[in-house]
């Protein structure tokens, strides 16, 4: 567990490095100010440390959701009233799979007419 954290800092440390070598020299190279070239480079690495550590996020969003609402001491009542032009669940999965059927039916059905299919045949036989 410790060497899981250590090697997730080291990977934060790495691309936030990295990032502003990128962004510093990128911008430099483009005639920019050393200092808005670093300044940039900052915000790049910044935002790139932030986007590591939020990968590496063991909490999932539903149990981080949940714990903000709970520590906030808020309830939406919209999440607790059931909604009732919906579909139960076993009627969704049943419209799901209707339609996924449907689908394959489409794809099984030649494209086009018989006239279409026709010329179409008839120009790759012209040019045989």
């Not at 808005?36 to 480079?41: A, I, K, P, T, W």
């Not at 590591?52 to 919209?78: F, I, K, M």
Request: aromatic share 10%; proline share 2%.
């Amino acid at each position: 567990m410790a060497e899981d954290k250590r090697a997730i800092f080291t990977q934060k440390i790495a691309t936030g490095f990295l990032l502003l070598l990128f962004f510093s020299l990128s911008l430099i190279a483009l005639d920019y100010s050393i200092a808005l070239s670093l300044f940039l480079g900052l915000i790049g690495a910044g935002s790139g440390i932030f986007i590591v550590t939020w990968w590496y996020n063991d909490q999932s969003a539903a149990a981080a959701s949940g714990a903000s609402q709970q520590t906030l001491g808020t309830t939406s009542r919209s999440h607790n009233r059931k909604r009732t032009n919906a579909p139960d669940v076993i009627t969704a999965q049943k419209l799901r799979q209707d339609a996924e059927q449907e689908r394959k039916k489409q794809q099984k059905q030649p494209q086009g007419t018989g006239k279409q299919r026709s010329i179409i045949t008839a120009l790759f036989n012209r040019f045989r």
